[in-house]
């Protein structure tokens, strides 16, 4: 069983920044790297950043140069540091474990972030 908690999401203005975590617990050894994705509303959810167990991260285009992802293994807690954010950036951020390059289903309860003046 495999839990992941989100957290650090909020109401931020444009050109502000915030930075989420996400936890893991449970039987995560198997888990080679973690992952954000976003859905907005009326959208379907998308891939956002992933960073590998060797730290290598991922970025969409949309999110390259503001985002930044960073982990602590020790923890078993990855970390999206958003600077720039702009509205389009609102959404539900969620975080998933991937085993190898293949995405499992353990997915998060998400965070919101909402990015208005």
């Known amino acids: 069983q495999v839990q992941l908690v989100e957290s650090g999401g909020g109401l931020v203005q444009p050109g502000g920044s915030l930075r989420l975590s996400c936890t893991a617990s449970g039987s995560i050894f198997s888990f080679s790297s973690m992952a954000w994705y976003r859905q907005a509303p009326g959208k379907e959810r998308e891939f956002v950043s992933r960073i590998t167990s060797s730290c290598s991260p991922i970025y969409a285009d949309s999110v390259k140069g503001r985002f930044t992802i960073s982990r602590d293994s020790a923890k078993n807690t990855v970390y999206l540091q958003m600077n720039s954010l702009k509205p389009e950036d609102t959404a539900v951020y969620y975080c998933?474990?991937?085993?190898?390059?293949?995405?499992?289903?353990?997915w998060g309860q998400g965070t919101q972030v909402t990015v208005s003046p």
């Open positions: 998933v474990l991937y085993s190898g390059s293949v995405r499992t289903d353990d």
